[in-house]
């Protein structure tokens, strides 16, 4: 099952991927994650990637379908994946078919995790991430463990609140008609009430889902 987890910045994609990648058994790619890896370990990928996340605008979808690619031809993500953070274009959403088609895959789901805008403003405000493992945190301050891998967690530089509105803008602008295309080439779409406590979010999913 190949599964596009969607939703505006701050809407739980990252902390749901991979609790629902756990009871599915599937593995996530998240592409956020691996922009950042490769900001911080300073490769090709993330010098030319970081001003654009650092304002918060998107990486351009050659980029980030050369990256995809690269990650799907992996042999972990041949049984199926959850895809978190991408898609985020129609652009990317036609190369993600085009890349799926020759191998008999397709998106068999897109989940739509739904949230508030004040409730996204509120999260990102605290939101704090670990510098090592990624995992998102709402409850640890910068400088503070990471309880999954021992790293420090911090803030994210496009979580501050300038870097924010620009996100919010660009998903309305440049992400929102990604579910009205995959609407309109006939995927699944399924919309998830997002608010609330993690594990509950996490059961809405699967059970939207059937499973
Ligand atoms: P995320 O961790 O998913 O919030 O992604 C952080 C930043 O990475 C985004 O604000 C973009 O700058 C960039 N990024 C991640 N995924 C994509 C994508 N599919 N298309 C364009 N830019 C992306």
Not at 200 to 207: E, I
Request: aromatic share 4%; charged share 25%; proline share 6%.
């Amino acid at each position: 099952m190949n599964i596009v987890l969607f939703g505006k910045p701050g809407a739980g994609k990252g902390t749901q991927a991979p609790k629902i990648a756990e009871q599915l058994g599937l593995p996530t790619l998240a592409t956020g994650n691996v922009l950042r890896s490769a900001v911080k370990q300073g490769t090709a990928l993330g010098l030319e990637a970081k001003g654009y996340m650092d304002r918060g605008d998107l990486v351009p979808d050659s980029v980030i379908l050369g990256m995809v690619a690269e990650e799907m031809s992996r042999p972990e993500y041949a049984g199926g994946v959850i895809l978190d953070g991408v898609v985020r274009t129609v652009p990317q959403a036609i190369g993600l078919e085009t890349m799926l088609k020759p191998l008999g895959r397709k998106v068999d789901a897109v989940v739509s995790l739904e949230v508030p805008d004040e409730e996204i403003v509120r999260r990102m405000g605290t939101r704090t991430v670990c510098s090592t493992c990624q995992t998102p945190y709402s409850d640890l301050k910068p400088g503070d463990r990471c309880p999954n891998c021992g790293g420090v967690v911090m803030r994210r530089t496009d979580d501050e609140p300038e870097a924010v509105r620009n996100r919010l803008n660009v998903f309305a602008a440049q992400t929102a008609p990604v579910f009205d295309w995959y609407r309109q080439n006939g995927a699944r779409l399924v919309v998830v009430d997002a608010n609330g406590a993690v594990g509950d979010v996490t059961k809405r999913v699967l059970r939207a889902l059937g499973k």
